[in-house]
Structures are given as structure tokens and as C-alpha cells.
């Protein structure tokens, strides 16, 4: 089975390495080596594809014709000139100017397509021909012809998280993360249509609305059009590399006649079945009159200050985000959490007009350090213009700055199962319950695999290394009057516990052993002579125990998700949750003067529960701390090793 964490962690150290030791800005290496990326997904679909034409090819002399620009256009895919191939940019002799070859793959591929025109980096002359070279190198990775173009498309996505913060230290902010925005997807559900970003950044949006869409049947371009505007144009181009490396297309406008304040250059005012968005917050400075000039303000103009600015546009964005849907069109933005509870006359208008109109679907807070340049909280706004039955009159509100998983000391964000988890409220709220059930089975499917194939990677552990013993499996169902969830949860805790103590006795036995003889003894006994020596032995006890280990959390983080959410809502009864969730009606929101501020209506959860939860997410923080320190120490000692090595001792 092939890592593929691992491979995009090696791919960036690897690249990341060969920038520090060069003089280049984030900013200078960013574009160039993404666009390297995208040449080489690009030569591996070439390739697929290719290989899909020649198999009814004619034949001349009994050679088959070569495939031409005009063969590939047919099927919808991007022909590469064979000067614009990895392959042959790779073979290039140390003499060539490799800069200038790069430079000019791109113009070729720009030749073939007009979206990509003028979009593609052309510095690579900037780079020095060793560099470049490695790079060549590193993405000509022998596993990715492996695993394909959706994981190139999967990585490409990884380098853009990577470079997020680095090049956001050199002003150039483009990335939203990933888990909100795939939580803006599964609420709003596209399925076919228009949708528009109007301030699309590198098209996230896109390309998970793409992913979404992407799992029914049929192709995505058949079923949705994207539009986007974005006022960077470094961004757009970004976003146009991101859409092509994802096989989607789409129209992109850039530039200052793009500024979404001032203009909706698609003439898309009413048209729109999805808006996605994650806008800049809190903008001010932005001139009023140009503003209403451009129209979209459905509920009027937004406060106005003395100079004829507007001094803080987030209504201006709402405002936009609601005037460009039709009667039954849905968006899901990002927005700054003051917004929920803006004073400002007009902003509190605005609020209540949206209400009355029924358009506020759900609103869900979301806790700190999501975004990888700002610490501060937000929030997901939803509209619904044409909400299900079960929904109509009623806004759901989600408190979710309690639940989130902890990347590192200054990055959270939602799991697989934590995003399914909160979708999973909605489905309930919009009276979805056999979504909700669907979920359940999910869970207990993979589970119940997890703990089948887990099971016998120990197994085969106990089996190698320490040469007896296996695991009771029917000890899962030991508590009978359990939940399923419950009884997962305990077993893959267990399991956890079990590994890491096994793993730990046999490496400190024979560490415990003085003499390098003795311990090779040892390694010989207890694996029944398969290994000659106590450093082959321990170097393959610790590849398997760690991808058991790995497996084993990642199914223990699911079983914990499930317990979560079936003692809440059971087998799919809605039911508001102290500190969680609450649906409220339009008398209760003009009540508290119609504030959409999650908090005011979800409540405080009980003294336990808060506790516990602060308790976890501090545990979390810490192991979190805990395994980047430990890391850290481990390439310290592998450093020194190595010195030691050098000098002959």
C-alpha cells in the first residue's frame, strides 16, 4: 500500500529543502514550483490518455499513427508537445539551459490551451540549473505514475496548504482551508448548475464543489459552470493552475475591472444556483457611490461614513452573496464572527430582511486558529432561498468552537468524521433522517473493517516479532448491552494500549541486553532467525508497528467520533444540544433583535461536558506539542549519528 502522507511529506521537505539553500523569496518559488507540479500531472494524464487513443489506432506499414493535438481535443484532455513532456525535460543533458526549456514547455502548454494562456510561470531562468534540476527530479517520483492523477491533484493541494503560510509572510494570502470548505459543500450540496466564487483566491471552492460532484454520475463539466473573480491576478492564476491540475475548467476574471465591490462582471445578479466564497474581512476604504452604482443591494446600502466610504464591507458581501442567487439558489461563506452581531443600524436592517425573507439557513461558529495566517474565530454563513419543508421558518445554529482536531500548537481543524458529524445536524434539521442512518452505517462498516484487518496486522506482529500469542478477537463484543459505538471505542482503545505496551517490552528487552552479540542472539530467537542482526530487527519492528499504530488511531479517532455524535441524536432524533445546537423560528431571532450569533441561542453546555471538553482539546494541544518536539529530537539524533559516521567513530 502506498503512504501517500508520507510521499507528500517527503515530496515538500525535498523541495522546501532546496529553497532554503537558495536565495529565492516564497513568493519567487511558490508559482514556479507548483507550476512543476502541474506539468507533471499533466504528462501523466498526457500519457493515460494517449495510451486510450492508441488502442484502436490505424496503421501505416504497420506502424500506428501518432497521436496528434487534434486526437486529444476530441476526448476533452490537454495535448503536451514533446518538448513540453516531463520526460523529456528530465533527460536533458547537463549542457542544456534548463531554465530556458522549462520556460518554454509552458509557452507550449499555454498554446494549447486558451484558459491556461498567459497563466503559467516563465522565471524559471531565475533558477539556478542544479536546482531546477532536483526539482525535476523530486516530482519525477517513480510512485506517482503509480497512484495517479487524482493523488497528483491531492498533492498539488498539499504544496498549496504548505506554501499558505510562507508565502502569506510575503503578502501573497490565497489559501481557505480545506475542512471549511468542504463543510460549505456538504451543507449547501451542490449538484448542477452556476456557481460563483467572487472572490475564489487559488479555487478551492471548485475544486471541492468538483470532488462533490464528481462522486454521482456523469462528468462535472456536464453538470455545473464555475465562475470566479478574484482582484489578485498572482490568485487567479493560481486558481486557474488548480482547476486544470483537477480536470475541471471554468471562467476566472482578474484584475481591478474584477474588484467584486464595484463589479459583477458576468452579469450574474439573480442567476446563480450556488454562491461559495471566503471573502476579505472587515475591508474598509471602499467607495460607496461606486458601489451603488453597481447595484446587488437587495435590502439598500450599507453604513456610510463621512468620506463616502464604506468603513467595514462585510454587509456589503452578504448583501452580494444573497442578490446573486435565484428563487431556489443556496450559498455558504466564510465570514468574521463580529458580523453575526454587527451594531450598526443598517447592518442590523439587512439581518432582519434576510430573516423575514427566510433565506438564513444555518449559521455554524467556528473556533480559532482554522486559517493558517489569522488566529482569530469566524463564522459559516448559509442561505437557503428555497428551504425543505421540515426547515421552512427555522434557522439552525452550530457552536463548533469546542470541536475541532488539533494539527499542531497553532492549527486546528475537522476530520473526515468531524465535518460527517456536524453534516450529519443538518441532515437531521432539514428532517434528512435517512442521511442521518446512512451515516451510521458508514461508521459501523468501516469500523467493523478496521477492526478485522487491524486485528490481523497484530496478529501477524505478535507472530514475527515475538513469536506467540494472538489477539481474543471475539473480546470487540465483550459488552453486550452496549452501543456499537461504544464497544468500538473501547476495543480499538484497548488495541492501542495492547500495541504500544508489546512494541515497548520487546525493543527494551533487547535494548536492556549489553553487547551488540547478544542482542543479535536475541533479534535471532525471537524471530525465529529471520534477522541476523538486533538493527535489521528492530528497524522492521518499528516500519510495522507504526503503521499499525497509525491505523489503529486513526480508527480509535473514528470510533470516538461516532460515540459523539450517537449519543446525541441516538438513531436520528434532532434534539438541541446545550452548548451545541439549537433551531430557532423567526419570533425567537427578532426576540433577541435579530442576532445570528450561534452562542446566543445554543447556550452554555453543561459544567461537565465544558470541562471535559476543555480537557480534551488540551490533551490534544499537548500530544500534539509532545510529537512535533519528539520528531525534532529524533532528526537531532539522526544528524549526530550521521556526524559520528563521517569521523569514523
Given at each position: 500500500m502506498i503512504d501517500i502522507r508520507k510521499l507528500e511529506s517527503e515530496l515538500w521537505e525535498a523541495a522546501d529543502d532546496l529553497r532554503a539553500n537558495s536565495k529565492l523569496t516564497s513568493n519567487q518559488y511558490c508559482m514556479p514550483v507548483l507550476g512543476l507540479i502541474f506539468l507533471r500531472y499533466a504528462h501523466i494524464r498526457f500519457k493515460a490518455v494517449e495510451a486510450v487513443i492508441m488502442e484502436d489506432?490505424?496503421?501505416?506499414?504497420?506502424?500506428?499513427?501518432?497521436?496528434?493535438?487534434?486526437?486529444?481535443?476530441e476526448v476533452g484532455a490537454l495535448y503536451l508537445p514533446p518538448e513540453a513532456r516531463y520526460d523529456y525535460l528530465v533527460s536533458l543533458s547537463e549542457d542544456s539551459n534548463l531554465g530556458e526549456a522549462v520556460n518554454y514547455a509552458m509557452e507550449l502548454v499555454e498554446g494549447q490551451s486558451k484558459v491556461l494562456s498567459g497563466v503559467l510561470p516563465r522565471s524559471y531562468t531565475d533558477f539556478s540549473d542544479d536546482l531546477l534540476s532536483n526539482l525535476l527530479r523530486i516530482f519525477n517520483n517513480e510512485t506517482l505514475e503509480k497512484v495517479g492523477g487524482d493523488v497528483i491533484g491531492r498533492i498539488y493541494e498539499y504544496f498549496l496548504s504548505k506554501f499558505a503560510p510562507a508565502v502569506a509572510s510575503d503578502d501573497g494570502?490565497?489559501?481557505?482551508?480545506?475542512?471549511?470548505?468542504?463543510?460549505?459543500?456538504?451543507?449547501?450540496?451542490?449538484?448542477?448548475?452556476?456557481?460563483?466564487?467572487?472572490?475564489?483566491?487559488?479555487?478551492?471552492?471548485?475544486?471541492?464543489?468538483?470532488?462533490?460532484?464528481?462522486?454521482?454520475?456523469?462528468?462535472?463539466?456536464?453538470?455545473?459552470?464555475?465562475?470566479?473573480?478574484?482582484?489578485?491576478?498572482?490568485?487567479?492564476?493560481?486558481?486557474?493552475?488548480?482547476?486544470?491540475?483537477?480536470?475541471?475548467?471554468?471562467?476566472?476574471?482578474?484584475?481591478?475591472?474584477?474588484?467584486?465591490?464595484?463589479?459583477?462582471?458576468?452579469?450574474?445578479?439573480?442567476?446563480?444556483?450556488?454562491?461559495?466564497a471566503n471573502p476579505p474581512f472587515n475591508v474598509d476604504k471602499v467607495k460607496a457611490e461606486s458601489c451603488e452604482a453597481a447595484g446587488r443591494l437587495p435590502f439598500g446600502m450599507v453604513r456610510v461614513n463621512d468620506a463616502g466610504e464604506v468603513s467595514n464591507a462585510n454587509y456589503l458581501w452578504i448583501s452580494y452573496f444573497y442578490s446573486y442567487l435565484h428563487e431556489r439558489g443556496r450559498a455558504g461563506?466564510?465570514?468574521?464572527?463580529?458580523?453575526?452581531?454587527?451594531?450598526?443600524?443598517?447592518?442590523?436592517?439587512?439581518?432582519?430582511?434576510?430573516?423575514?425573507?427566510?433565506?438564513?439557513?444555518?449559521?455554524?461558529?467556528?473556533?480559532?486558529?482554522?486559517?493558517?495566517?489569522?488566529?482569530?474565530?469566524?463564522?459559516?454563513?448559509?442561505?437557503?432561498?428555497?428551504?425543505?419543508?421540515?426547515?421552512?421558518?427555522?434557522?439552525?445554529?452550530?457552536?463548533?468552537?469546542?470541536?475541532?482536531h488539533v494539527v499542531d500548537r497553532t492549527h486546528n481543524d475537522w476530520t473526515r468524521w468531524q465535518l460527517s458529524n456536524l453534516s450529519a445536524i443538518v441532515y437531521l434539521y432539514r428532517g434528512e433522517v435517512e442521511r442521518y442512518a446512512e451515516l451510521l452505517s458508514e461508521y459501523e462498516e468501516y469500523l467493523c473493517s478496521a477492526e478485522g484487518s487491524l486485528s490481523k496486522m497484530r496478529n501477524a506482529l505478535l507472530s514475527e516479532f515475538m513469536g506467540c500469542g494472538v489477539l481474543d478477537e471475539g473480546s470487540l463484543f465483550g459488552c453486550p448491552d452496549a452501543h456499537a459505538s461504544v464497544r468500538y471505542a473501547a476495543y480499538f482503545s484497548r488495541l492501542l494500549k495492547d500495541v504500544e505496551e508489546e512494541v515497548s517490552s520487546v525493543l527494551a528487552e533487547g535494548k536492556a541486553l549489553s553487547g551488540s552479540k547478544k542482542r543479535d542472539s536475541?533479534?535471532?530467537?525471537?524471530?525465529?532467525?529471520?534477522?541476523?542482526?538486533?538493527?535489521?530487527?528492530?528497524?522492521?519492528?518499528?516500519?510495522?508497528?507504526?503503521?499499525?499504530?497509525?491505523?489503529?488511531?486513526?480508527?480509535?479517532?473514528?470510533?470516538?467520533?461516532?460515540?459523539?455524535?450517537?449519543?446525541?441524536?441516538?438513531?436520528?432524533?434532532?434534539?438541541?444540544?446545550?452548548?451545541?445546537?439549537?433551531?430557532?423560528?423567526?419570533?425567537?431571532?427578532?426576540?433577541?433583535?435579530?442576532?445570528?450569533?450561534?452562542?446566543?441561542?445554543?447556550?452554555?453546555?453543561?459544567?461537565?461536558?465544558?470541562?471535559?471538553?476543555?480537557?480534551?482539546?488540551?490533551?490534544?494541544?499537548?500530544?500534539?506539542?509532545?510529537?512535533?518536539?519528539?520528531?525534532?529530537?529524533?532528526?537531532?539524533?539522526?544528524?549526530?549519528?550521521?556526524?559520528f559516521e563521517d569521523m569514523g567513530l
Open positions: 489506432r490505424s496503421v501505416r506499414g504497420g506502424v500506428p499513427l501518432p497521436v496528434t493535438a487534434d486526437d486529444f481535443r494570502v490565497f489559501f481557505t482551508p480545506k475542512s471549511l470548505v468542504q463543510m460549505i459543500v456538504n451543507v449547501i450540496e451542490p449538484k448542477e448548475g452556476i456557481l460563483l466564487d467572487p472572490a475564489c483566491g487559488s479555487g478551492g471552492m471548485f475544486v471541492q464543489t468538483g470532488e462533490f460532484v464528481g462522486k454521482g454520475k456523469g462528468g462535472v463539466s456536464s453538470k455545473m459552470t464555475f465562475y470566479g473573480q478574484e482582484k489578485v491576478d498572482y490568485n487567479a492564476k493560481l486558481c486557474l493552475m488548480n482547476l486544470a491540475v483537477h480536470g475541471l475548467s471554468g471562467s476566472v476574471a482578474a484584475g481591478n475591472e474584477a474588484n467584486s465591490f464595484y463589479h459583477d462582471v458576468f452579469g450574474l445578479e439573480g442567476r446563480c444556483d450556488y454562491v461559495m461563506f466564510v465570514m468574521a464572527s463580529s458580523a453575526t452581531d454587527s451594531g450598526a443600524k443598517e447592518d442590523k436592517a439587512i439581518r432582519e430582511s434576510l430573516v423575514q425573507a427566510d433565506a438564513v439557513d444555518v449559521i455554524v461558529a467556528v473556533g480559532t486558529n482554522f486559517f493558517y495566517t489569522k488566529s482569530l474565530p469566524c463564522n459559516l454563513w448559509f442561505f437557503d432561498r428555497c428551504k425543505s419543508e421540515a426547515a421552512r421558518g427555522k434557522t439552525l445554529f452550530i457552536d463548533a468552537r469546542k470541536y475541532f536475541y533479534a535471532a530467537e525471537v524471530s525465529n532467525g529471520r534477522y541476523s542482526s538486533w538493527k535489521q530487527f528492530s528497524t522492521r519492528l518499528s516500519a510495522m508497528s507504526e503503521e499499525l499504530l497509525e491505523g489503529i488511531r486513526d480508527a480509535a479517532e473514528a470510533a470516538e467520533s461516532f460515540v459523539w455524535l450517537y449519543e446525541k441524536f441516538g438513531d436520528g432524533v434532532y434534539a438541541d444540544i446545550p452548548g451545541l445546537c439549537y433551531i430557532a423560528d423567526a419570533a425567537e431571532i427578532a426576540e433577541k433583535k435579530f442576532s445570528l450569533t450561534p452562542g446566543s441561542y445554543v447556550g452554555v453546555p453543561p459544567v461537565e461536558f465544558e470541562e471535559f471538553s476543555v480537557f480534551q482539546s488540551r490533551m490534544q494541544e499537548i500530544h500534539a506539542e509532545l510529537s512535533s518536539l519528539q520528531a525534532e529530537s529524533d532528526e537531532l539524533m539522526r544528524r549526530i549519528e550521521r556526524n
